[in-house]
């Protein structure tokens, strides 16, 4: 069974930083891409930010500009940085780990939650 093991989330004060990083026992090098998904209260979950194996970036337009992505192949580690927080993006963030050889279907975290107060 796939462990993912999410940690960063809490209460941020909008205009500040957020740090989320996961580290699973998959194999990420494995996955050409893995990156963040975020559900809102009020909207379905959607991707966030993905990073491949290559290092191309993809940002949803809501973040782009104040959010990293980074993967580090040799620790089974995803990273999310965002700046300038805001109200907006509170929600539960979900790692994602692409399908690969030995997982043809995507792995999901639990997700953690992040609170921006206003």
């Known amino acids: 069974q796939v462990q993912i093991e999410e940690s960063g989330g809490g209460l941020v004060q909008s205009g500040g930083s957020l740090n989320l990083s996961c580290t699973t026992s998959?194999?990420?090098?494995?996955?050409?891409?893995v990156g963040w998904h975020r559900q809102t209260p009020d909207a379905q979950r959607t991707l966030l930010a993905t990073?491949?194996?290559?290092?191309?970036?993809k940002y949803a337009d809501s973040v782009s500009g104040r959010c990293t992505v980074s993967r580090d192949n040799d620790a089974n580690t995803v990273s999310l940085q965002m700046d300038n927080v805001k109200p907006e993006d509170t929600g539960v963030y979900y790692c994602?780990?692409?399908?690969?050889?030995?997982?043809?279907?995507?792995?999901w975290g639990q997700g953690t939650r992040v609170t921006v107060s206003s």
């Open positions: 998959r194999k990420i090098a494995d996955s050409y891409t």
């Open positions: 994602y780990i692409g399908p690969s050889l030995g997982h043809p279907t995507p792995s």
């Open positions: 990073v491949t194996f290559t290092g191309q970036t």
